[in-house]
């Protein structure tokens, strides 16, 4: 077990801190080409493994695909036909700015890779995991919150972006920059203090109770009390087993309610699951959840409450219904699946003077954060 652990541990550590994080920009859009201009710091132009050019601070590349290679080019020269070409920071925390056809120009930190792919150009920020996972909290949860809550967050992300590293491998990198893996839009530009949790807490892992990395489900508000994954993915974790919580139940996004119309609610239950109104009277419409459950009306009728969130885009499946008039009307709790860290739980946590190690310890049952310089350390000097 110990072998294991020291093995784990070393294998984290490598990926983490010898390996630069290979980000995929722009991983939605079909993109020929991009102009690109370093904002801070000089950068190194590279074809292949050859050097081509300094580019300077505020100087215009684009670069763009053509046929099966790159080309880049400047004010007074160009650069063809060449697998990849890469642009390498000459110091720390330099930045580039890249703007592409029918979007917002977009700044990262550290280096790029281009690549040809097939027509077309794939864009990747090689970036540090500290700098990364400073620009993903910044993009998820936006500024003005406790220092505390932006660590719990720097350390599901670091988790997240661990346990994910070969989710793209088949496109070349390890992840992209959308709300698949975690929403990465721009360098940390606003909030000073995400920078400091993300250096507080380098190094700082979620594992379970046999050190595999933890899944770091994590959702809005979870109305007062988390869902059972199984609700959800019908698969049951168990450190996310449903328990109360009161952190989150006076937060802006701990009610809601919502008016459907009494004929689209019944002929989409009828339809789909072949239950009538006819058979069930007001049962058809009158549900109570007091604590979460799985199924509308009730389990032996099979009508999953997240299959209703989702057709009628509900915040939660965590409500209950009645019938009023022409209307079923939704009083509903909590925004997002429920399951793990609750954020705005969290936040109240952070407010109310824990730590993020207890809050991260209150949302995932029987797992523990690791510091795996410490512990690398501890297991060199004990094998
Ligand atoms: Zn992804
Ligand atoms: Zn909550």
Known sequence: MRLLHFFLVLTISCAAYSQQMEIGLFHNKKISQVKIVPVKGDYELYGDTTFLSTIIQGEEITIRNSGNSVSAELKDSAYRGFGELKLIPKINNSSLRYTIAGAKSRLYKDGALFKASKSLLKIINLVTMNNYL???????????????????QALMSRTYALKNLKRHSKSGFQLCDGVHCQAYHSELRYTPTINEAVLETEGKILVDSSNKLVTTYFAANCGGETCDASFVWNTSVWYVQPFIDTFCMSTRQAKWTKKIKKTVWKSFIEKKYGVFEKDLGEWFYNFEQE??????????IGIPLRDLRKEFRLKSTFFSSSLE????????KGFGHGVGL?????????NSGYNYDQIARFYFNGVRVLDYYKDVFFQQESE
């Open 325 to 332: 008039g022409d209307y079923v009307i939704l009083r509903g």
């Open 291 to 300: 604590q979460r459950k799985a199924f509308y009306i009730h389990p032996s």
């Open 342 to 350: 609750c954020q705005e739980g969290a936040m109240g946590m952070a």
């Open 134 to 152: 400073s620009g993903v909290i910044e993009s998820e949860g936006g500024g003005g919150k406790h220092i505390e809550y932006y660590k719990v």
